[in-house]
């Protein structure tokens, strides 16, 4: 499927082996925002109804994209359930600077970045520390959302996790 790009810290990752399979939620996602969009265009959050995917509502973050002055940044408008969950604290409402650990900063920043040049979804897979374990693989796709069908204004970020810290399969 050509409709989305792998991360380039995922692809150096993997040092020229196979990605692995997007899971069927990532699939579903792009099926559901290509079918919602205007013809031509990138859909909007007017266009989708959080009801259409319920089953992983905990596990989308809405991320305003804030342009000022030739500079971007990223704040968190919306964090699902299991993502307040999995990280351990509330950041709802923070810029990508003070909600993530800094290690984590400059990957997720370039993963969003990445976006905004390809209009495109990107996907990436990594381990993320997380306070019941040393670590879990995370795994996400930030996909691109336009008010007016062409200026990106927000993205929609669906995550997964192995394991799933929750013990369960992370989609309710």
Do not use: W
């Not at 925002?33 to 013809?39: D, Q, T």
């Not at 990138?42 to 305003?64: C, K, T």
């Not at 390809?118 to 795994?139: C, E, G, K, L, N």
Request: with cysteine; aromatic share 8%; hydrophobic share 35%.
């Amino acid at each position: 499927m050509s409709d989305f790009c792998y991360s380039d810290y995922y692809l150096k990752e993997l040092s020229g082996r196979e990605p692995m399979a997007l899971h069927p939620r990532f699939v579903d996602m792009m099926r559901y925002l290509k079918s919602v969009a205007p013809m031509g265009q990138l859909p909007g959050r007017q266009h989708i109804d959080p009801l259409d995917f319920r089953r992983v509502i905990s596990l989308i973050n809405l991320v305003d994209v804030e342009r000022s002055e030739g500079e971007v940044r990223f704040r968190y408008r919306l964090v699902g359930g299991a993502q307040t969950r999995n990280a351990g604290r509330e950041t709802t409402g923070l810029l990508l600077e003070n909600a993530l650990l800094p290690e984590l900063l400059p990957r997720v920043r370039d993963n969003m970045c990445k976006v905004l040049a390809t209009r495109q979804p990107v996907f990436d897979s990594f381990p993320m520390p997380h306070p019941d374990r040393q670590f879990i693989i995370a795994q996400r796709m930030y996909y691109p959302l336009a008010a007016d069908g062409q200026t990106i204004n927000m993205l929609l970020m669906l995550h997964g996790y192995d394991p799933d810290p929750a013990g369960g399969s992370g989609e309710s």
